[in-house]
């Protein structure tokens, strides 16, 4: 079993910065893969970025150049540093982790953390 806690959500405006924590207990983050989703308001769940277990990178088009994904064994805790932030970026963030897959299927999930980006 994992437990993922997200934090470092809030409101700010287009051009600013925030960075997301997933704190995981359970499995170090060393061990399994690891990704962001969002969820805007009457809108699907969207893929943002992943860090499978071999460290490689994934971004959607949309957030390329602009997010980083990155991890940090010693705290077994998942970052999502976002810049330069626009509005349509506004949504429900949730991390997610798996042993294996990366995907909307992914066996574990956060409860989420708001981002909202004013214009």
């Known amino acids: 079993q994992v437990q993922l806690v997200e934090s470092g959500g809030g409101l700010v405006q287009a051009g600013d910065s925030l960075r997301l924590s997933c704190a995981a207990s359970?499995?170090?983050?060393?061990?399994?893969?690891m990704a962001w989703f969002r969820q805007a308001p009457g809108k699907e769940r969207e893929f943002v970025a992943a860090?499978?277990?071999?460290?490689?990178?994934y971004y959607a088009d949309s957030v390329k150049g602009r997010f980083t994904i990155s991890k940090d064994n010693t705290k077994n805790t998942v970052y999502l540093h976002m810049n330069s932030l626009k509005p349509e970026d506004t949504a429900v963030y949730s991390c997610?982790?798996?042993?294996?897959?990366?995907?909307?299927?992914?066996?574990?999930w956060g409860q989420g953390t708001q981002v909202t980006v004013s214009s």
């Open positions: 997610a982790a798996d042993p294996v897959r990366i995907g909307a299927s992914m066996k574990y």
């Open positions: 359970g499995r170090t983050v060393m061990s399994i893969s």
């Open positions: 860090i499978p277990w071999s460290s490689t990178t």
